[in-house]
């Protein structure tokens, strides 16, 4: 392995760069020449970048270089030649619906490791985050976005449906009715209305979203592990629990902890 500054470079490929500085990933978009337009070769790296992280990274970061978080799908999957080595999506549309059901599976991967309950995952999102990049924004935990940010959910306007998994956070964020409106009109959410909503958690000038990630990453390590695992564990479930179910969780969890820290764990 190499080392790009301070950080150790674990791969670089497909348009996929992962780094780690001790409890810290980053896992950045590298072609901005096409504003970080996606395709099946950058899903496979970013499932790559999920199960290459050390044991010891506890935030993880995603961002984009250049001017884009990411502008969506590369336009080139719907050609007839498709990308070079993959199925064109017209080719995919007259396979079986097993087979489009396990692609579009394995494409989701690279956006569901995100929540993974030991880690806590930033989206630094600048510029146009579209379609599929507004899905992978959706993906992480925690979005902080410059004041330039343009979400849009494209999909609908093209004749498809959001099938990249983020469909679930974005009602979880903002409610039924905006996301509809959202999702049905393919406008843009700018960063006032993106941190209004709680689709960003923090939106600040271009110029300083990097140093907004590095103190929010700051913030969440200062925490010990164990107790930022167990927190993140009960808030995703509250919304599947009843009022009672969530205060026996919590009891059980708070439980958990007194004995860690009593060291009586198993």
């Known amino acids: 392995m190499t080392t790009l500054d301070d950080s150790e470079l674990v791969f670089d490929k497909d348009g996929v760069r992962l780094t780690v500085e001790d409890a810290v990933a980053t896992v950045t978009l590298t072609n901005p ?3 970080n337009a996606q395709s099946p070769a950058l899903w496979r790296a970013l499932t790559e970048a999920g199960r290459s992280l050390p044991g010891s990274v506890r935030v993880v970061v995603l961002r984009g270089e250049g001017k884009s978080f990411s502008a969506g799908l590369d336009r080139q999957a719907f050609t007839p030649e498709g990308f070079d080595g993959e199925p064109s999506f ?4 007259r396979g079986s619906e097993e087979d489009l059901d396990a692609l579009i599976a394995e494409y989701q991967e690279a956006f569901t490791w995100w ?3 030991d880690i806590v995952s930033i989206a630094a999102v600048q510029g146009h985050a579209i379609g599929a990049g507004f899905q ?3 993906a992480c935990d925690l979005r902080v976005v410059a004041d330039d940010v343009q979400f849009a959910m494209r ?3 093209l004749g498809l449906v959001p099938d990249l998994t983020g469909t679930h956070p974005l009602v979880s964020l ?3 009715a905006r996301a509809l409106e959202i999702c049905a009109t393919g406008r843009f959410v700018h960063a006032e209305e993106a941190e209004r909503t709680g689709l960003a958690n923090i939106a600040v000038p271009a110029a300083e979203l990097d140093a907004a990630v590095r103190d929010l990453s700051a913030a969440l390590l200062a925490a010990p592990r ?3 695992i167990e927190t993140k564990a009960l808030l995703q479930g509250a919304q599947g629990r009843s009022y009672e179910e969530q ?3 919590e009891r059980a969890a708070q439980a958990r902890r007194l004995r860690d820290l009593a060291g009586l764990g198993d």
């Open 155 to 157: 999909e609908t306007s």
């Open 174 to 176: 903002v409610g039924y």
């Open 115 to 117: 929540r993974r309950s």
């Open 33 to 35: 020449a096409k504003r």
């Open 136 to 138: 992978l924004a959706l």
């Open 226 to 228: 164990s107790a930022v």
């Open 247 to 249: 205060r026996t969780a």
């Open 90 to 93: 017209l080719e995919m549309a």
